[in-house]
C-alpha cells in the first residue's frame, strides 16, 4: 500500500499540452502521481465557459486546478468552482512568464509583489478545504534570489500555503522567451534545498530540468517531491516505473497491453462525444523512444489520426508496427543464438 502523498512525484501543468486526454493517459501509466491541468486564468472560469475548461473524468484523480490570477476574491471564487467539481487541490501561478501572463499582472512577476500572494493564499484558504499551493521560480529579474525567495515563502507560508513548488530557475520577465525561460537562466537546485532546510515544515517540490527517475530520485534525498514536465510528456513511458521507484509500490506495473486496450476503448468513447482522434493521440507520440517500430509507430499515428475517417482502431494499428519489430527482432535473435 503506498504510504506517500502523491506530491512525490508530479508531472507539471503545461499550456497546450495536460489536457483532460493527456492526463487521462497519464493516469493509466502511473496510479499515485499528482497530474496537474494546465493553467486556466480566473478570467477564463468567471466569464467563460466553466464545463469546457473544469471538465474532466475522474480516473484522472488525485487531479490539481492551476488558476492563474491576482485578484484575492476572483482566485477564492475559482477555488469555490475547483472544491466543487472534485479537484484534489488548487495551484497558483507564480513562475509563468510569457508576455501574456504578464500583461495580466499574474505568474512570475507576481514573485514582486509577496504580500498579494499572501493575500490570495489567505483569501482561497478562507472559502475551501481543499490544499491551496503555489508554484514559484527562485526569483525574477535582478532579485536576491536568496533574500527575495526567503521573503516570498516566508508570507506565503504565513498566509496558509499547504505547499511550495519551485521551479529551480529565474525568470526574465524581459528579453527571453517562455521556452527560453525554461533553458537559459541556469538551474539551482541547491537554492531550493536550502530553502528546504529553512522552512521544514512546509512541503516543498522542486521543478526544472529533471530528465528522468535516477535524477528525481537523488533529489528526493533534499527536497518533499519531483515535478517533471517536458521530459515526462516526451518519454511518458518512464511514467510506468514511477509507482514501484518513487512511491514503493508493490503491485506490479501496467502492461502495455492493457494501457493500449483502455485509450482505444476511451477514443471511441470520445469520438461518440463529437472529439477528433488527434485530439487524444497526440498525447501519445512518443510512447515508444528508441525501439524497433518506434518511428512506424509515430508516422501511423501522426498521418492516420488527421484523416476524417480516423478511429479508434489506428491506435492498435500503431501499435502492430511495435509488437510486429519486436516479434522479427526476437526470431533474428534466436536464429543468432548457437544451439
Not at 502523498?5 to 503545461?14: D, H, I, Q, T
Not at 495536460?18 to 468567471?46: N, Q
Not at 512570475?108 to 503555489?134: H, I
Amino acid at each position: 500500500m503506498n504510504s506517500w502523498p502523491a506530491y512525490r512525484f508530479s508531472v507539471a501543468p503545461m499550456m497546450e499540452l495536460t489536457d483532460r486526454h493527456c492526463r487521462y493517459f497519464h493516469r493509466l501509466l502511473t496510479r499515485h502521481s499528482l497530474l496537474y491541468t494546465e493553467m486556466v486564468t480566473t478570467g477564463a472560469l468567471i466569464h467563460g465557459d466553466v464545463h469546457r475548461h473544469l471538465r474532466h473524468s475522474p480516473q484522472e484523480q488525485p487531479l490539481a486546478l492551476q488558476l492563474g490570477g491576482s485578484e484575492p476574491r476572483d482566485l477564492a471564487h475559482c477555488a469555490q468552482l475547483a472544491e466543487q467539481w472534485g479537484y484534489s487541490e488548487v495551484n497558483l501561478n507564480c513562475g509563468c512568464p510569457s508576455d501574456r501572463v504578464q500583461n495580466g499582472a499574474f505568474g512570475a512577476c507576481l514573485m514582486k509583489q509577496p504580500a498579494r500572494v499572501a493575500d490570495c493564499v489567505k483569501a482561497m484558504k478562507q472559502v475551501v478545504d481543499l490544499p491551496v499551493t503555489v508554484k514559484c521560480r527562485i526569483g525574477v529579474d535582478e532579485q536576491d534570489e536568496e533574500s527575495a525567495l526567503q521573503d516570498f515563502t516566508g508570507q506565503v507560508q504565513q498566509a496558509g500555503c499547504d505547499l511550495l513548488i519551485v521551479h529551480a530557475r529565474k525568470a526574465w520577465l524581459q528579453g527571453l522567451s517562455p521556452k527560453q525561460n525554461r533553458e537559459v537562466p541556469p538551474l539551482d537546485y541547491p537554492r531550493v534545498y536550502r530553502l528546504k532546510q529553512a522552512f521544514p515544515e512546509l512541503p516543498i517540490v522542486l521543478n526544472g530540468g529533471i530528465q528522468d527517475l535516477h535524477q528525481a530520485e537523488q533529489h528526493l534525498l533534499q527536497v518533499d517531491g519531483v515535478m517533471l514536465g517536458r521530459s515526462a510528456y516526451y518519454n511518458p513511458a518512464m511514467l510506468m516505473e514511477v509507482d514501484q521507484r518513487i512511491f514503493s509500490n508493490q503491485l506490479p506495473a501496467v502492461a502495455m497491453e492493457d494501457v493500449m486496450e483502455s485509450m482505444t476503448h476511451y477514443i471511441s468513447q470520445q469520438l461518440q462525444e463529437g472529439e477528433r482522434v488527434h485530439a487524444v493521440t497526440r498525447h501519445m507520440l512518443g510512447l515508444f523512444q528508441a525501439v524497433p517500430g518506434a518511428r512506424q509507430y509515430r508516422r501511423t499515428l501522426s498521418e492516420g489520426a488527421v484523416l476524417k475517417s480516423a478511429g479508434p482502431e489506428l491506435l492498435m494499428d500503431a501499435w502492430y508496427c511495435v509488437t510486429k519489430a519486436a516479434a522479427k527482432q526476437a526470431a533474428r535473435i534466436t536464429q543468432a543464438t548457437p544451439t
